[in-house]
């Protein structure tokens, strides 16, 4: 759970401020409304680093995941490559950089190309990056050997392999890119509990040999926990708290982040945070998001969301309430 | 590779059910009679016979019988089913191409290309269709090169809104993305993406547009804008038809029963298929 102190002064990727609103109408006559998908999201990914983000469905981790991506366009915010700003570039200029990042999704039924064989969906980061004949069937096997599969996997089908061997043959497509960075967006929320273990251990061994940086997406804390270095906490579009891992699960400094703690079972059986009351987004327009759920709410909560500050080294909440002693899972150190 | 095994499960599947069967024995045994039989036939299709005119089936060794100048009506009917099915397969694969290309290319860009296109294809759809047929009819000069442009002018639209909308639903898998985050072009995104996944789609549109087709031929000949006698079509069997309708009925209705029959059983074997491809759409 400890991993490097991010020592590079220049993160792998940075997010600033980065919102995006969808206009919903909901109903033919009703006037559009404005949905924070995210809002104000800021956060930032070291080299080697593994990040996770965890939330309730709809909190808009996968929404602030495909930003960073460039996949999906923010309403405002920037997204920092490298150090440069890529968030205005064209699809064209992207191109050169789009190998950097790549992206792991949650449903293995439909990751790979149904009308191609292993073959051909590995050829194709190969191709793009210019790698052909002896060389990329020799890459693609020393990647498939990588995410544990051997060569007959090649003339083979997508439908003909199970969702775990799947999520790996995702991870050597992407791998076969060379990237620095891999989103991986609910990876393994849709695997056994079994399957979910080996494929969070295959993520941790890339991140050691390669020093990939990962962004981990998920609703289950026990599972983003066990692979994280830090983990930053969503509700509703707004990130509440981040903090590294062990910080976090001792000591969390947002009611938010309690409340998920408390959800999880000590040991055994993983389970899913308990579905939002209201539909996102439908908090009161200027108070905390959190405000109508919390058990510690004052009436300045009430008024107006609080920033994202500094509550410890490395640790930040956006909570007012600094006063509070939030319960964790594990032992205070002192 | 994994694309022969797709179409494999198609043909099992399409060959399981009765409709599947039927239709293509039909369309085969169809295409092979239009194609070869009139060169089994003891009769050619233009040929006249004054002394054995308005001949009723099976006389004198006329199946099914002869017209007003003597010709063998099975000839007539095999040589226009040429025409016929020429125009219908023909004029079905230019349009599915226009339609794929037009569709495809609405259903990747959204924003003003896609606006534009869509325009276009509902104004298009505005005008009935028969009119718009008829209107061309008249101002070109009629003959087979002429009636399959018409007939894929008014038919490209039904592929191309098929192909947009599959388009739309394909591009946001999540294995489009995937390959848009490595970078990959356009024209590799299309291609090798996007196109083999809709393609079951456009062949079921394309199969119920053959249908269509036939039908459109047959009423432009019929109203004589289209293949010229002697040249015979199934269309145009009906027009020279018409004037006998009371005393020789069979020259009006075996021509229409061969027509009903066989949009009928291209509009099964388009269902078949769609039947036969949906189980594979989950995959
Ligand atoms: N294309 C869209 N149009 C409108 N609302 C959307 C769209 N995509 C996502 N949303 C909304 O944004 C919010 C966040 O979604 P998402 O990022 O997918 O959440 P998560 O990945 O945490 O489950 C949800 O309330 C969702 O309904
Ligand atoms: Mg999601």
Redesign the interface.
């Known amino acids: 759970m400890t991993g490097p102190v991010p020592p590079d002064p220049v993160p792998l990727l940075s997010l600033r401020g980065l919102s995006k609103t969808y206009l919903r109408r909901d109903g033919l006559l009703t006037r559009p409304r404005a949905v924070a998908a995210a809002r104000d999201v800021t956060l930032d990914i070291a080299r080697g680093e593994v990040l996770g983000i965890v939330g309730e469905s709809g909190s808009g981790k996968s929404t602030v995941g495909r930003m960073a ?1 460039r ?1 999906l366009e923010p309403t405002a915010g920037a997204v920092h490559l490298d150090g440069a700003d890529i968030t205005h570039l064209s699809e064209q200029a ?6 950097k ?3 792991i ?1 949650q ?1 293995p ?9 292993i ?2 969906i590995l050829t ?2 190969l191709r ?1 990056r210019g790698v052909a004949g002896a060389d990329a069937t020799q890459e693609m096997l020393e990647t498939l050997a990588l995410v544990g599969l051997g060569p007959d996997v090649l ?5 003909t392999f199970s969702g775990g061997q799947r999520q790996r043959l ?1 991870i050597a ?2 791998l076969l ?1 060379k990237p620095e960075l891999i989103v991986a967006d609910e990876a393994v929320s849709a695997l056994d509990v079994c399957v979910q273990a080996q494929i969070v251990n295959l993520f941790r061994h890339l991140r050691d040999r390669f020093n990939l940086s990962i962004l981990f997406i998920g609703h289950d804390l026990a599972v983003v926990g066990v692979i994280s270095d830090r983990i930053a906490v969503m509700y509703r579009g707004t990130l509440v708290e981040i903090a590294p891992t062990e910080q976090l699960f001792r000591r969390p400094r947002h009611p938010y982040t309690a409340r998920l703690l408390s959800a999880e079972p000590r040991r055994g059986v993983l389970s899913a945070p308990a579905p939002p009351a209201t539909p996102a987004g439908q908090h009161a327009p200027d108070g905390c998001v959190f405000s109508a759920r919390c058990p510690h709410a004052a009436d300045a909560c009430r008024t107006r969301q609080p920033a994202l500050a500094p509550v410890a080294p490395g640790h930040r909440a956006a909570c007012i309430r600094t006063d509070l002693d939030l319960e964790g899972i594990l032992p205070h150190s002192n | 590779m994994s694309g022969g095994m797709v179409s494999h499960g198609v043909w099992r599947r399409m060959t399981a059910g009765r409709g599947g069967v039927i239709s293509l024995l039909y369309i085969g045994s169809i295409v092979f009679a239009c194609f070869c039989g009139p060169f089994l036939l003891p009769f050619g299709p233009t040929s006249i016979d004054l002394h054995h005119r308005f001949l009723p089936p099976l006389a004198h060794g006329h199946v099914l019988g002869t017209d007003e100048i003597g010709r063998d009506l099975l000839a007539r009917v095999l040589r226009g089913g040429r025409v016929s099915l020429i125009v219908g397969v023909v004029s079905t694969v230019l349009s599915s191409l226009i339609g794929t290309v037009v569709g495809i290319v609405a259903g990747y860009r959204p924003g003003g290309t896609r606006f534009l296109i869509t325009t276009v294809i509902d104004t298009v759809l505005c005008f009935p269709v028969i009119f718009l047929l008829l209107t061309l009819a008249a101002i070109l000069h009629p003959g087979l090169v002429t009636i399959v442009g018409i007939v894929t002018l008014v038919s490209w639209m039904e592929v191309a809104r098929v192909a947009q909308a599959q388009t739309v639903l394909v591009r946001q898998m999540d294995y489009v993305t995937a390959v848009m985050a490595m970078g990959a072009p356009d024209r590799q995104i299309l291609f090798r993406e996007i196109l083999p996944n809709i393609a079951p789609a456009i062949i079921v549109s394309a199969t119920l547009n053959i249908a269509r087709a036939i039908l459109l031929e047959s009423y432009v000949s019929y109203l004589g804008y289209g293949i010229q006698p002697p040249e015979a079509s199934w269309g145009n069997l009906l027009n020279n038809a018409q004037e006998y309708l009371e005393s020789d009925p069979w020259l009006a209705v075996i021509p229409g029963f061969v027509i009903a029959l066989t949009v009928a059983m291209f509009n099964v074997l388009g269902a078949a298929l769609r039947e036969a491809i949906a189980p594979g759409r989950r995959a």
Request: proline share 11%; charged share 20%.
């Open positions: 991506m996949l992207l191109r050169p950089l789009r190998h990042m790549q992206m999704f449903d039924s439909a990751s790979l190309n149904p009308r191609q064989s073959r051909q194709t980061p793009l003339g083979r089908a997508p439908s995702s497509r992407a890119m």
